[in-house]
């Protein structure tokens, strides 16, 4: 079975840009995740979707939004980029119940 | 105060050696714990995962928790340079929503 995959895997933008990142998750897996990771703070949490709808939300601003089709893969957008964005972004897929997560291999972002 | 605390390291051990991996957390009702390892430039991959207290074991690895203490263990034995990795702690109140801990660097030297 394919595992997660993201695109693209390397990404580099200026400041006031906008950015959407994509999400595949592993076939028949309802849920997917997506997580900010820096040196600093570590893996923190952005939202869940599940069957499309965001399901849970973590604490950052509405400049990071995201959303799921109908064949569970999802985006993540960005908008008015920020130097402290720039991080590896990675998302997580799961079936939707109480089980632990499969992350893909992430995207890295920079900002200039 | 972060919900789950986990001493960054590095970590530098012979081959062969037993690893001890910590975190600590300060929400009571996780109760959910796993560990992730993830490689230089790769997403992390499930090691293991438990439910509530107790220990459980893989191989070489074992994973021990103690919610009384709020403090999960991992234990590599006979360890390997190809363990070599970050590892992260991470837990969960119900299962949907996860907190990750910075992760501990570890090098294992033939």
């Known amino acids: 079975k394919a595992g997660v995959t993201q695109t693209p895997r390397y990404l580099i933008k200026t400041r006031g840009q906008q950015v959407t990142l994509s999400c595949s998750p592993i076939?028949?897996?309802?849920?997917v995740s997506w997580y900010q990771q820096t040196p600093g703070q570590g893996l923190q949490f952005l939202f869940e979707?599940?069957?499309?709808?965001?399901?849970n939300k973590g604490n950052f601003p509405g400049r990071f939004s995201g959303r799921q089709f109908s064949n569970s893969r999802s985006e993540m957008n960005v908008s008015t980029l920020e130097l402290g964005d720039s991080a590896l972004y990675l998302c997580?897929?799961?079936?939707?119940?109480?089980?632990?997560?499969?992350f893909g291999p992430g995207t890295r972002l920079l900002v200039l | 105060q972060k919900e789950v605390e986990q001493d960054p390291g590095p970590l530098s051990v012979p081959e062969g050696a037993i690893v001890s991996l910590n975190c600590t957390y300060s929400n009571s009702a996780f109760q959910y714990f796993m560990w992730y390892r993830q490689y230089s430039r790769k997403g992390p991959e499930l090691l293991m995962y438990t439910y509530s207290s107790g220990n459980k074991e893989d191989g070489r690895f074992t994973a021990q928790v103690d919610k009384s203490s709020k403090y999960i263990s991992l234990f590599i034995r006979d360890s390997q340079p190809s363990d070599s990795a970050t590892y992260l702690c991470a837990m969960s109140r119900t299962g949907n929503q996860f907190y990750f801990g910075t992760g501990t660097s570890l090098t294992v030297i033939p």
């Open positions: 997580a897929s799961r079936t939707g119940g109480q089980e632990t997560q499969y």
């Open positions: 979707y599940f069957s499309e709808t965001q399901r």
């Open positions: 076939s028949g897996h309802r849920s």
